[in-house]
C-alpha cells in the first residue's frame, strides 16, 4: 500500500484561544502535490459517556447548543482538564459535575473524531454503570443543563425518532448499546 501521509512544510497559528485554535498549514502530498492553504481546527479531547443509573436508567442531559441554535438531548461528557491523570478520571469528573452522580464501574468503548479531515482532536468514549446520585451538579459558568433519566426503550426510541442529533454522542450510544447486547450489527 502506498503511503498517503502529507509532509507538513510550514503552519501558522491564525487564532488561538482556550477551547478553539486554528491554523493554516502548507503540505506536500507523496506526488509532490502541494496542499495549501489547509485548515486545521485545534481542540482538547473530549470524552463522553452512556452513563447508566442502579436502577437500569440512562442519564440524558437537555442543553441549549447555540451553534444550532437548539434545544437536544444529549449523554454527557466534556473536555479532558490538564488535572486528569487519564481519560477516565476526566469523564468520571464530568459525571459528577454535569450530574451529581457516581459511578462504579467505566469499559472504555474506544475513539472517535467527529471531522478528521479539519479536526485534529479525538473524543473517547465510555460506558459507565452503577450510577447513584452523591452531589449536585458543578456546573461551569456557560452551562445551563437538565438531566432527564430514561429507560432503554425510550433511549432505543429517541434514537429511531432523530431526538439525539449529536452525532459523536449518537455514536457512543450505537457502541454501548452493542457491549450491553441491546444492539446487533
Same mark, same amino acid.
Given at each position: 500500500m502506498r503511503d498517503l501521509k502529507w509532509k507538513l512544510l510550514k503552519s501558522e497559528y491564525l487564532f488561538k484561544d482556550l477551547w478553539f485554535t486554528v491554523r493554516k498549514d502548507t503540505c506536500e502530498r507523496p506526488d509532490g502535490k502541494l496542499v495549501t492553504p489547509y485548515y486545521v481546527y485545534e481542540f482538547p479531547t473530549w470524552v463522553?459517556?452512556?452513563?447508566?443509573?442502579?436502577?437500569? *436508567? #440512562? #442519564?440524558? @442531559?437537555?442543553?441549549?447548543?447555540?451553534?444550532?441554535? @437548539?434545544?437536544?438531548?444529549? #449523554?454527557?461528557?466534556?473536555?479532558?482538564?490538564?488535572?486528569? *491523570?487519564? /481519560? @477516565?478520571?476526566? #469523564?468520571?469528573? !464530568?459525571?459528577?459535575?454535569?450530574?451529581? /452522580?457516581?459511578?462504579?464501574? /467505566? !469499559? /472504555?468503548?474506544g475513539k472517535t473524531s467527529s471531522n478528521p479531515s479539519t479536526n485534529n482532536n479525538w473524543m473517547h468514549m465510555y460506558l459507565a454503570t452503577g450510577g447513584k446520585k452523591v452531589n449536585e451538579q458543578e456546573l461551569d459558568d456557560n452551562e445551563d443543563i437538565e438531566i432527564h433519566l430514561v429507560t432503554m426503550d425510550e433511549l432505543k426510541q429517541l434514537l429511531r425518532d432523530n431526538q439525539i442529533v449529536q452525532s459523536m454522542h449518537v455514536t457512543t450510544i450505537m457502541y454501548a448499546l452493542a457491549k450491553l447486547g441491546e444492539l446487533k450489527f
Open positions: 463522553n459517556a452512556v452513563a447508566i443509573t442502579e436502577d437500569g *436508567k #440512562i #442519564i440524558l @442531559e437537555r442543553q441549549y447548543r447555540h451553534g444550532l441554535g @437548539e434545544t437536544h438531548l444529549e #449523554i454527557p461528557g466534556g473536555c479532558v482538564d490538564d488535572t486528569d *491523570k487519564n /481519560y @477516565e478520571e476526566a #469523564i468520571a469528573r !464530568e459525571l459528577l459535575e454535569e450530574t451529581g /452522580y457516581s459511578f462504579t464501574h /467505566y !469499559e /472504555y468503548l
